[in-house]
């Protein structure tokens, strides 16, 4: 069984770092982009099995990158994480867009790995 494949996009190192470390020691292969542009980019040339993406973002916000992301790929797999602090609708866009499940930073890293977890399952 091949691992799955995940990518992590969000321009804060320290929370790519944390969600690679934490997503590897679990058993995924992970690539990284440092924002929406990027990562849409990373994924045209390669999709994964998840995309985990922050929401504020320079270049392209990951509500941008989410609707070309879904409307390009309609199967693409989308976890969407946001900063604390009135955010909660932006999330719910998210929602809208198509995440499949959406996260408050900060987040707790188990309750995000069940949900990878599940997202891969179904």
Known sequence: ???????????????RALLRFALEAAGYEVTEAANGRQGLEEYR?????????????????GLDM?????????????IAISGAGGEQNVLDVAKLLGAR???QK????PQLLDAVRYELEH
């Open 66 to 78: 989410l609707l070309d992301l879904t409307r390009e790929f309609l199967h693409a797999k989308v």
């Open 45 to 61: 040339q390669r999709p994964t099995d998840l995309v985990i993406t922050d929401m504020l973002m320079p270049e392209l916000n």
């Open 101 to 103: 499940q959406t996260f």
């Open 106 to 109: 900060p987040f707790s890293v």
């Open 1 to 15: 069984m091949t691992m799955a494949t995940i990518l992590i996009i969000d321009d804060e190192e320290s929370v």
